[in-house]
Each structure stands twice: as C-alpha cells, then as structure tokens.
C-alpha cells in the first residue's frame, strides 16, 4: 500500500522526468529498472559533457534561483582521501564512477512541492541549458 508521501515522491519525479526528457541530449535521467516501483528520494541528473554548461555551472545557476541541490556524496570511493594507499581490488577503468562523481546531481522530490515549484525548476533548468 502507498503512502500519500510516496505517490508525491513518484509523481514529482515522474512530472521532472517527463518534463526533461526533451533536454536528454545534454542530460543523463535516472529510470527505475524493470518492474521496480521505487520511492524515490530525489532526482539525479548527471551532465553530458556535451551541455553548454558543467556540472558546476548548472548548480549555480540553480542555487541562485533558489532551487535546492545536492551532490552526490561519495562517486568513486577510491579518490576519496581516506582510501589512498588501501589495498583493494579493482576491475575495470571506472570511468562511469568517474563520470558520476564529476558530472551528477541531485534535485529534491519532497512531496511538499507543489506543480508550480516543479515547473520553476524545469524552466530553470531548460533556460540553463539553452
């Protein structure tokens, strides 16, 4: 049984989905895997490196309109500070890690936001991008 929270979380990040698909050229979008129904604890948007604007750049912009977002908190674990130097075993050249720790953000599904906060932020982003 849903939750009224958890029917927001997926309406929200099925209205920013829908709504930026069009911008797929310049931004990789999260998709639940088959015959999944996750409740989702934000958006995900990784830059191509292809878009006018970097990672950093649409932050900004997105943090001066007073749009909230996150970074992704670990990315490749084995650049992170207290894993030089630890033995380990790695398989492949980690570059979508990579890609992940340098190019991904992400954007809030509260359920508090209301369909004009969520047109905001997809206007926003789609002007970031032009």
């Known amino acids: 049984m849903d939750l009224p929270n958890e029917k927001r979380r997926r309406s929200n990040f ?3 989905s829908q709504s930026l698909e069009h911008l797929s050229d310049r931004l990789i979008l999260p998709k639940a895997t088959e015959e999944s129904n996750p409740s989702w604890f934000g958006f995900p948007i990784t830059v ?3 878009s006018p604007k970097n990672r950093n750049e649409l932050v900004q912009i997105l943090n001066n309109k ?5 970074l992704l908190f670990a990315g490749n674990l084995i650049r992170q500070p ?3 130097d630890t033995p380990r075993r790695v398989v492949g050249d980690l570059k979508y890690t990579d ?3 340098k190019d991904t953000f992400w954007i809030g599904v509260w359920p508090g936001l209301t369909d004009e906060m969520l047109k905001y932020i997809i206007q926003s982003i789609a002007e970031a991008l032009k």
């Open 82 to 84: 207290a894993f030089i």
């Open 14 to 16: 099925f209205k920013l």
């Open 48 to 50: 191509r490196d292809n």
């Open 66 to 70: 007073g749009i909230g977002t996150r």
């Open 99 to 101: 890609q992940v720790m």
